[in-house]
């Protein structure tokens, strides 16, 4: 009796063990129909990308993207630096060689109280200040230009930025 159990068990175990072969799920074919399966789901990150721009103001865009490959998803960020990463998301960030969309907007060149030239989120005096560069010699300053400053000089462009800056450098007070 006790012999009979033993041959039916050992039976068993033959039967589990071809069905299993015939299924792929081995111990070696299991790890491959993972790996396959894994390769045929896609990837789901989460990507923020940071955008700085010349004017010191920083962007960032969440994007989640569903991927086939990493190949392919590397190829996509490939001007980008990848700043970060964990499991599920991966942080980017990108030089801008322009300024910011806020400059561009709502952006003016202006004075403050002090004499150092500023940028201002909208009009000088009852704006907030976005970025200040250096103080101005206002004795050395032509009294139109103090005047274009106090009512502040919209910023639409990069070259109008640069060329603002241009115009004032000059004027700056240097210490000695």
């Known amino acids: 009796m006790r012999f009979i159990k033993k041959a039916i068990m050992l039976f068993c175990f033959a039967v589990f063990s071809v069905i299993l072969v015939n299924l792929g799920m081995t111990q070696d074919g299991f790890a491959a129909s993972v790996e396959t399966k894994q390769a045929t789901e896609p990837l789901h990150i989460t990507v923020i990308l940071e955008r700085v721009y010349l004017d010191g103001e920083v962007s960032q865009e969440i994007v989640h993207e569903t991927s086939w490959s990493m190949e392919n998803f590397w190829t996509k960020y ?43 989120n909208g009009r000088p005096r009852s704006s907030k200040i976005i970025q200040s560069f250096f103080q101005l010699d206002m004795k050395k300053l032509e009294s139109n230009k103090q005047e ?21 450098k000059p004027y700056s007070v240097t210490k000695e």
């Open 78 to 120: 490939d001007a980008w630096t990848l700043k970060s990463r964990d499991e599920s998301t991966m942080v980017f960030t990108r030089q801008m060689d322009d300024i910011s969309p806020l400059l561009k907007a709502n952006g003016y060149f202006g004075i403050t109280e002090d004499g150092v030239l500023t940028i201002f």
């Open 148 to 168: 274009e400053l106090l009512q502040g000089i919209p910023i639409k462009t990069k070259d109008h930025y640069v060329k603002v800056l241009e115009t004032f």
